[in-house]
């Protein structure tokens, strides 16, 4: 007896039908994959968007956090994970230092992505002090996704890794912030370590659709890390952080 996935997998998933899954209360799946095996993996299994993540830089370099990955590092790795991948929306993070500077170098390594490593659309994390970088990175014609809650590039100046959102005055910035990134044009929003309740109230807020990172089930989609949940598979008593 032979697999068939769920869904049609020969259905190219784009910016576009991913709003439409929105608007159809259809969930969006998203798993992280950072080479070539892992990625058709995901691919074969009719998830909607593969993520390379700058959590690479754990799981498979061993560095201490996601600051250290370089930007060569990154299309390395996106380049792998491209010819992997015929179905889902490949999404690349792009890495601390690497839109920082100015909006020119921002846009500059963004084409990268897409000139260089085949990504379809770039991450970047931040809320409102975002928006208007992100508003021209699409203007030259590359999609964003945006990323707000913990964002694990700003761990030195959150210090460490907490959950967000859980004052009046934290969840009211988060829904400024994804408003902003909502109307910045965003492909979608990762919503990553915030309560629940916030996080459902900016799913029915914003256009864009929501990928939940430990925010809880009421959004538009939900996101993991490829070695988790081989890690959770072979060992069910570890909890997937």
Known sequence: MSFTPIG????????????????RHEPITC???????SARLVDEAAIDIVLVGDSLAMTILGYENTLSVTIDEMLHHTKAARRGVKHALL???MPYGSYHVSPDDAIRNAARFIKEAGAEAVKIEGGE????LIRRIIDAEIPVTGHIGLTPQSVNVMGGYKVQGKSLAAVEQLMR???????AGV???YLEGIPREVAAMITAE???PTIGIGAGPDCDGQVLVYHDI????????????
Do not use: G, H, M
């Open 8 to 23: 049609d997998p020969r259905q190219k998933i784009t910016v576009a039908s991913l709003r439409e899954k929105k608007l």
């Open 31 to 37: 798993l992280t994959a950072y080479d070539y095996p």
């Open 91 to 93: 999404v690349a993070d």
């Open 129 to 132: 002090k975002r928006a208007e």
């Open 177 to 183: 912030d994804a408003v902003a990134l909502d109307r």
């Open 187 to 189: 492909a979608c929003i």
């Open 206 to 208: 914003v256009a864009a």
């Open 230 to 241: 081989s890690r959770r598979r072979a060992f069910p008593a570890i909890p997937v952080r």
